[in-house]
């Protein structure tokens, strides 16, 4: 009897061990072909030409191919996705972990979880009629496709992946930690921010990793909003992020053009990289 479980448990390891390195090749896969694809762009375009260059029209007599504009734009854009999205999300994590009542917690989950599963277009098409005219009439500009509208889809796009994430994190918060706080004194709004919270920082910072892969990687609902045009990023003009960039024109490239929409995808790979390996630095850091 002991030897069957015995070999079971070996089963199940080896497909376990199996699936996880299927899940490492991948990676390397994607991160060995975009080297290949990327790099002779950048070679031929020169790396500080690429990186540095404030303009970008590849498909002049003598085309462009600076990338600082979709750099920036999609530094800034992510940026004030986080910042609106993360406050909402997290409070509103907190209220329905720990303070909303049953009902009101489960209509609220199953709004998120709707918001959830609405696909990208549908957000960029809400936008593109509902918010774009909003913010044309509101600030009195001639297009309301702009690097605000985009933010702003953005935050909401996150939402689900923060709250959801985050109240796991905080209802696997082991009660007596709530309990011992209380019977210290303190008061359940203290208990919950300074005690649960606390626990939960990492999966509250997991959730936050999600949001900004998210934020990064959206192409669809963004390119709909923004305006999709290659200018230097300001918060009331049209701009064109890393991921719209290379959807907007992959269709029709060639040659060079093609090459450099390769090199676009190999740095906003390594840009999510380093954002997800600074993140886990700052928690190692931060338990140690």
């Known amino acids: 009897m002991k030897s069957k479980k015995h070999a079971l448990e070996t089963i199940v390891h080896g497909v376990f061990l199996i699936l996880g390195l299927i899940t490492v090749g991948c990676v390397l896969l994607i991160t060995v072909y975009l080297i290949i694809s990327g790099i002779p762009a950048i070679k031929e375009i020169g790396l500080f030409n690429f990186l540095f260059g404030k303009e970008w029209n590849s498909t002049a007599a003598d085309p462009k191919f600076g990338i600082l504009p979709f750099i920036l734009t999609s530094v800034y854009g992510t940026a004030g996705a986080i910042v609106i999205g993360v406050p909402i999300g997290f409070f509103t994590a907190v209220f329905l972990a720990k303070v909303a009542p049953p009902t009101i917690k489960t209509i609220v989950s199953n709004a998120v979880g709707v918001l959830a599963g609405i696909p990208s277009v549908?957000?960029?098409?809400?936008?593109?009629?509902?918010?774009?005219?909003?913010?044309?009439?509101?600030?009195?500009?001639?297009?309301?496709?702009?690097?605000?509208?985009?933010?702003?889809?953005?935050?909401?796009?996150?939402?689900?992946?923060i709250i959801n994430v985050s109240i796991t994190a905080l209802e696997a918060v082991p009660k007596e930690y709530e309990d011992a706080s209380l019977a210290l004194g303190a008061t359940p709004t203290e208990t919950y921010f300074r005690v649960s919270v606390k626990a939960a920082k990492s999966g509250i910072a997991a959730a936050v990793v999600l949001g900004v892969g998210r934020a990064i990687g959206e192409a669809m609902a963004v390119i709909m909003v923004s305006g999709n045009a290659s200018n230097m990023p300001s918060l009331f003009q049209s701009v064109r992020f890393l991921t719209t960039a290379v959807a907007s024109e992959m269709s029709y490239s060639s040659g060079l053009q093609r090459q450099a929409l390769f090199s676009i995808a190999l740095v906003l790979f390594l840009f999510i990289m380093l954002i997800n390996a600074a993140l886990n630095f700052f928690l190692k850091r931060d338990k140690e």
């Open 122 to 161: 549908v957000y960029g098409l809400v936008g593109m009629i509902v918010l774009v005219p909003f913010i044309r009439k509101a600030f009195n500009i001639p297009d309301g496709s702009s690097l605000f509208a985009a933010i702003i889809v953005l935050a909401v796009m996150i939402l689900p992946s």
